[in-house]
């Protein structure tokens, strides 16, 4: 069975801009949770989507935003970047969400902002 | 809303000892409790959890103990071996039903 897949693996952009990561979850899985990785902040959940409806929000600005297919794939979006959103950003799919089950999580997306 | 704090940041054992970390949480609430350890380049892989009404569980080389009371649970890690070698969160679900991560512990296996 196929991993978590994350695209692009890599991106470099520069402030003001915008960007758009996706995550292809396991075959079957309808929850995907997304999550931002940095040194000092450690793992901060972001948001999760289940069956397309987002079920749990993370404190970020509106800035961050995100949405599931039909298919469960998922992307999130950042807009107007900052300095400070440069991180390895995770997703994580879970068979019927993150509460009850196990995450696995993709490889990430490295974001550099400059 | 939930808050996890991990101990230590960074540990070093020799091959073949034990390693302990440590971990509190703040939510009373919180029920779910994984592990996951996380390599070079790669993302975080669960390698054990616990519910809150057990207080042990055991899979081969590796333990946790969950102490509901003083809201802390451990990770034990016993025989370390050189692919031990890692970085190791800990986290808890709080009553928000959101996972909420430990800094991380950054182990070293010294040969």
């Known amino acids: 069975k196929a991993g978590v897949t994350q695209t692009p693996r890599y991106l470099i952009k520069t402030r003001g801009q915008q960007v758009t990561l996706s995550c292809s979850p396991i075959?079957?899985?309808?929850?995907v949770s997304w999550y931002q990785q940095t040194p000092g902040q450690g793992l901060q959940f972001l948001f999760e989507?289940?069956?397309?409806?987002?079920?749990n929000k993370g404190n970020f600005p509106g800035r961050f935003s995100g949405r599931q297919f039909s298919n469960s794939r998922s992307e999130m979006n950042v807009s107007t970047l900052e300095l400070g959103d440069s991180a390895l950003y995770l997703c994580?799919?879970?068979?019927?969400?993150?509460?009850?089950?196990?995450?696995?999580f993709g490889p990430g997306t490295r974001l550099t902002v400059l | 809303g939930e808050n996890v704090e991990q101990h230590p940041s960074t540990l070093s054992v020799q091959e073949g000892d034990s390693a302990v970390i440590k971990c509190t949480y703040s939510?009373?609430?919180?029920?779910?409790f994984p592990w996951y350890k996380q390599e070079l380049g790669k993302g975080p892989q669960l390698i054990i959890d616990?519910?809150?009404?057990?207080g042990e569980k055991k899979d081969q080389r590796i333990a946790v103990t969950l102490n509901k009371t003083a809201k802390h649970f451990s990770l034990h890690i016993t025989e370390t071996q050189p692919e031990d070698s890692a970085v190791y969160f800990c986290?808890?679900?709080?009553?928000?039903?959101?996972?909420?991560f430990g800094k991380g512990t950054r182990l070293h296996i010294l040969p």
């Open positions: 994580a799919s879970s068979l019927l969400g993150s509460a009850n089950n196990e995450q696995f």
């Open positions: 075959s079957g899985h309808r929850s």
């Open positions: 989507y289940f069956s397309e409806t987002q079920r």
């Open positions: 939510d009373s609430a919180s029920n779910y």
């Open positions: 616990i519910r809150s009404n057990v």
């Open positions: 986290a808890a679900r709080g009553r928000d039903d959101k996972i909420i």
